[in-house]
């Protein structure tokens, strides 16, 4: 699956690494962090690189950034980024010894990790607070027509799928402690991620639970804080 990442093909599925979620990305990660207040950060998985450069802006300005890709076409995307203390690395961050991080993010990661449970392991003791973005791909709805499902397995390599249950007691199991957790619905984000249709179909459950919509038509992701 690897494979996928470092040749080049998810760049060319993907060119933009999805940076026009960027800046919704970091206002939901804004929400969470302002009990850690970190001074260093990390973000594994970090694709063009975008995340950072952004939350960059409402750190201290000697706070040092840190992203980390295996693929060589991202970590050329990030390099126009770098500045002060934001800095991007070809490299697999589970493999390197760092001094712990304040906050590490893997915003839209471990769907992508064949040994997902593994990699959780690996990362937890390269922070002192974990942030994850996890989509919720388990539905009442892709159960029925997981046309939407395979397609994403197939273009951007969705290997894992969950529901808000499973991401919490997957990141307990792997020796996480969880701080905060929210819904980040997808109707939020730039309107490539969602057609018309979709938001058709959403509008129907206007006056239901983001939990029950969450769990019966999707659309939503998780975002977690962890120790």
Not at 38 to 61: E, F, M, T, Y
């Amino acid at each position: 699956m690897q494979d996928l990442y470092r040749s080049g093909t998810y760049v060319e599925n993907v060119p933009g690494f999805h940076t026009e979620d960027a800046a919704w990305k970091v206002q939901q990660i804004l929400r969470l962090i302002s009990s850690v207040n970190p001074r260093s950060v990390c973000d594994i998985g970090c694709g063009a690189g975008l995340i950072l450069k952004l939350l960059q802006q409402h750190l201290p300005a000697d706070a040092t950034l840190h992203g980390y890709d295996i693929s060589p076409r991202g970590i050329e995307m990030c390099k126009q980024h770098e500045q002060g203390g934001l800095k991007y690395f070809c490299e697999d961050l589970t493999t390197q010894e760092v001094k712990p991080y304040d906050l590490l993010l893997a915003m839209d990661v471990i769907e992508h990790v064949e040994d997902y449970i593994g990699f959780l392991r690996k990362i937890r003791t390269k922070a002192n607070y974990k942030m994850f973005h996890i989509p919720l791909e388990m539905t009442a709805r892709n159960a029925w027509f997981p046309s939407t499902i395979l397609l994403h397995r197939k273009q951007v390599g969705h290997i894992h799928y969950f529901n808000r249950e499973t991401a919490l007691a997957t990141l307990e199991s792997a020796g996480y402690t969880i701080c905060d957790a929210i819904y980040t619905p997808a109707h939020e984000q730039s309107a490539a991620i969602i057609g018309r249709r979709e938001n058709l179909i959403r509008s129907l459950f206007h006056f239901a639970s983001d939990d029950t919509t969450a769990h019966v038509i999707g659309g939503y992701s998780l975002m977690v804080l962890a120790q």
